[in-house]
């Protein structure tokens, strides 16, 4: 009974390639998002989407693609991984998108590009 | 013991002490913030959180203290546990029509026994 559920945990591809991270949520919330960790731990959203609408786009390359089937699910695909990308990519849900609600993180999927 | 979060520092105590973790944040409009501890290979866990509109918060073991005018929050674990190694981060929801919550840099919290 997760409430974020991230696969897979661990993604290792080469340089080139394209890949997808799944997310799901059973929590019920609106609102869903990306974060990326670097290797010195700084946490920085990429995306965010409510009931399946883009909301907040960072400035990610537009190698990276979110896609939303319906609200309990945000998917993140990467064409041609670059070396660079290499992180722990977290996906996280909150109830709305104004006010400060809580929001709960799944458990990550370390993706390593060679 | 007191840190900053700045570029991951490390903050190491004995088992027993009190910890003090320390965050500035960056938005005078954030309205909302948010403390987590992140486990080795986990993702970030909610602890405790404070709107704007108080300046301290208690949980179980657990202090949040908020100082708008100096744009600081703090963290304070009584009693610390090697359970409670980990690395913690402050967040600040910043709500400009949809929210968005942006972490601090983190700082390690290594608990000895």
């Known amino acids: 009974d997760t409430a974020v559920s991230q696969t897979p945990k661990y993604l290792v591809t080469q340089m080139g390639n394209d890949k997808s991270i799944k997310c799901e949520q059973n929590l019920g919330h609106d609102t869903m998002y990306w974060y990326k960790q670097d290797s010195k731990k700084f946490l920085k959203i990429m995306f965010s989407?409510?009931?399946?609408?883009?909301?907040i786009n960072e400035t990610v390359p537009n190698r990276f693609s979110p896609k939303s089937p319906d609200k309990a699910h945000l998917n993140l695909h990467i064409n041609s991984l670059e070396l660079g990308d290499s992180a722990v990519y977290f996906c996280?849900?909150?109830?709305?998108?104004?006010?400060?609600?809580?929001?709960?993180f799944g458990s990550g999927t370390r993706l390593t590009v060679v | 013991g007191e840190s900053v979060g700045l570029h991951l520092p490390t903050l190491s105590v004995q088992e027993g002490d009190n910890s003090i973790i320390n965050c500035a944040y960056s938005n005078s409009a954030s309205d909302y913030f948010i403390w987590y501890k992140q486990e080795s290979g986990k993702g970030p866990q909610f602890i405790i959180d404070?709107?704007?509109?108080?300046d301290k918060r208690q949980g179980q073991r657990v202090t949040v203290l908020l100082n708008k005018t100096v744009k600081h929050l703090s963290l304070q674990i009584a009693a610390t546990q090697p359970g409670d190694s980990a690395v913690y981060f402050c967040?600040?929801?910043?709500?400009?029509?949809?929210?968005?919550?942006?972490f601090g840099t983190g700082t390690r919290l290594l608990v000895s026994p």
């Open positions: 989407y409510n009931n399946k609408e883009l909301i």
């Open positions: 404070i709107r704007s509109n108080m």
């Open positions: 967040a600040e929801n910043r709500n400009t029509g949809f929210q968005k919550l942006v």
């Open positions: 996280a849900s909150s109830q709305g998108v104004e006010g400060g609600n809580g929001y709960t």
